[in-house]
């Protein structure tokens, strides 16, 4: 797996940046996908819900250009019949993920791509607690919906908790899927982290070219489950 690499002289500023961006959430936005979620699972047998933080809701660009929405439009293209619901929120960690989780799951989704886990990172949260709302959050899925499919979208972060803690929080992913037989995205944002061309001004989330890049890389692991 490929670990992008953040000088040490911007580190602090783009830690300081992210959590202050990555820690804003839209309270309307957030009520006007869940209307849509809604709306749309009444009419639709086949969903795909990808359920994340500021990556997935596509802080900074329209959500039609984020990544869920570049998705949906392969599958139009090649007529699979499925639904993709954008269930991004900015600022969610694990733990508020897992909260948020149950209003999802009353309609059951044919897949579940659960991008958690970044702003954990980012604010020092063990390691441990991450695993264990990750582990829980995919535990809930299977529990309301066994036959739900399951993908775990990994992450890295940037050096400055310490090598063991950065390796550990890499590797938590890996060890997860392992554990609970689910897919795994080693890196979603392989290709796109760390190059300033591919992300916005504040060096962090991805334009609407880093969201085609992160579009195929989630579609080359999502394909094979359609």
């Known amino acids: 797996m490929q670990k992008y690499q ?6 602090f500023l783009f830690l300081a940046l992210l959590l202050f961006h990555c820690g804003k959430t839209d309270t309307q936005q957030d009520s006007i996908r869940e209307e849509e979620y809604e709306e749309q699972s009444a009419n639709e047998e086949q ?16 959500e039609e ?9 392969k599958i139009d293209s090649l007529e699979l019949g499925y639904r993709v619901i954008n269930g991004g929120l900015s600022g969610e960690t694990t733990a508020s993920g897992l909260n948020r989780l ?18 954990d990172g980012l604010r020092g949260i063990s390691v441990q ?3 264990k709302n990750l582990k829980a959050m ?15 979208a990994g992450m890295q972060i940037p050096p400055n908790m310490g090598a063991e803690y950065t390796e550990s929080f890499r590797f938590m992913y890996e060890e997860i899927a392992q554990e609970e037989e689910v897919e795994l995205i080693p890196f979603l944002l392989e290709g796109v982290a760390g190059d300033r061309n591919l992300n916005l001004p504040d060096g962090i989330h991805p ?20």
């Not at 969903?47 to 329209?62: H, K, M, R, V």
Request: glycine share 8%; charged share 20%.
């Open 6 to 11: 953040i000088g040490f002289s911007n580190l």
């Open 47 to 62: 969903l795909i819900l990808f359920f994340g933080n500021s990556l997935t809701a596509g802080y900074g660009i329209e």
């Open 65 to 73: 250009d984020a990544y869920p929405a570049l998705i949906q439009e």
């Open 102 to 119: 149950d209003w999802f799951l009353e309609v059951e989704p044919t897949i579940f791509v659960l991008e958690l886990g970044g702003n």
């Open 129 to 131: 607690e991450t695993r």
């Open 138 to 152: 995919i535990a809930h899925v299977r529990e309301e919906h066994p036959s739900t499919k399951i993908v775990l």
């Open 207 to 226: 334009t609407e070219e880093g969201h085609k890049i992160v579009a195929e890389t989630v579609w080359e692991y999502l394909f094979p489950l359609l």
